[in-house]
């Protein structure tokens, strides 16, 4: 795993704030999709969501040094594009020197709290597209889940369709992740039937004054078979999102298998995954990485 000096980037943040800006601006930037025409991203804008587990682990992604060293380790790997993150673990990797030639995807509705009551009330806490601008960023992402029995959706349909317009007026990628959820005796799921999918799709995709610039971020379906005829929906470039894999008998070798099927379908263009990839269930994130990027 790559080491990094925690007392060094403290020491960076205390004496010298203005490090952070510095870096951005000297950063090396490239296309958002290279030569291979494919995009592996790695996402690590759970914990500002209060999502700090990982399988049966509660706290898995609360260890910052742990999990940047597993970033820096992921980023080296041949084949990974870039990086999804919050404000904060950005920077971290800007200072790290970690995000040259990489795309850097700003995460931008941290609002809703994972189990808190107003969960579906997912504000932008995070990145404005102005921001993603000024620091010369190549994305935004952003998270967009609709319960019809909560007429607050409205509000996040709403808002969502505004940061659309307003990363498009930047000429700036934004990627939605839609889904349709429910609450189920207080508890929040996401519906992963090909009908909810479908749905979802098909209202991300109208969203806003234009959708050049939007991409949609997918998970696969609970029967990987459904996935050609849901993303049939749209013809918006998309990539899958990976999800937890807490199943230590087969999890892994399971999501593995279900992205690869996906990956074939000619909307889809890579993948995001953050969890599954930083904290496979044998520790080994190089190879998990590896095998990711595989697929591709």
Known sequence: MTRVDLTDLV??????????AEAAARRRRRPLVGSSGRLMIVAADHPARGALAVGDQRYAMANRLGLLERLCTALERPGVDGVLAT???LEDLLLLGALDDKVVMGSMNRGGLAGAAFE???RFT???AEDLARLGFDAGKLLLRIDYDD???LATLHSTARAIDEMAARRLPVFVEPFICRRVDGVLSNDLSAEAVTRSIAIASGLAGTSAYTWLKIPVTENPDDMARVMETSTLPAVLLGGDVGDPAGGQAA???KW????QLPTVQGLVAGRSLLYPVDGDVPAA????????
Not at 289 to 296: I, M, P, R, Y
Request: charged residues 30%; glycine residues 10%; hydrophobic residues 40%.
């Open 260 to 263: 690869r099927g996906a990956l």
């Open 120 to 122: 579906l009330d997912d």
């Open 11 to 20: 020491r960076t943040r205390v004496r010298h704030p203005e490090a952070v």
């Open 151 to 153: 007429p607050g959706s």
């Open 87 to 89: 404000a904060d673990i």
């Open 289 to 296: 990485v590896d095998t990711a990027v595989g697929l591709l």
């Open 255 to 257: 999501a593995y298998e």
């Open 126 to 128: 995070g990145y404005r």
